[in-house]
């Protein structure tokens, strides 16, 4: 899924929209992650990586609130 979202954003390369599919890209992929994460914090077996991935966890909410902040930044900045 990822792969196909990095291919798709290579092939706009400088379309009107590439600025749009990126940062969605982005908001996509960090919700993913902090899923992953949160599952893995929750409910992994490996100690070392439970604790990396819940200390992680709060670095990867923040960039997604500002990959949020950004994707609504530059809708607003369509609609003027």
Do not use: C, W
């Amino acid at each position: 899924f990822h792969m196909r979202r990095v291919n798709d954003l290579d092939e706009s390369d400088g379309d009107e929209d590439f600025d749009a599919d990126f940062i969605n890209a982005q908001v996509d992929m960090h919700k993913d992650t902090i899923d992953l994460f949160s599952d893995y914090a929750n409910t992994g077996q490996a100690e070392a990586i439970r604790a990396f991935a819940a200390a992680t966890l709060p670095t990867l909410q923040e960039h997604h609130v500002r990959a949020q902040q950004l994707r609504d930044a530059l809708q607003q900045a369509d609609k003027t």
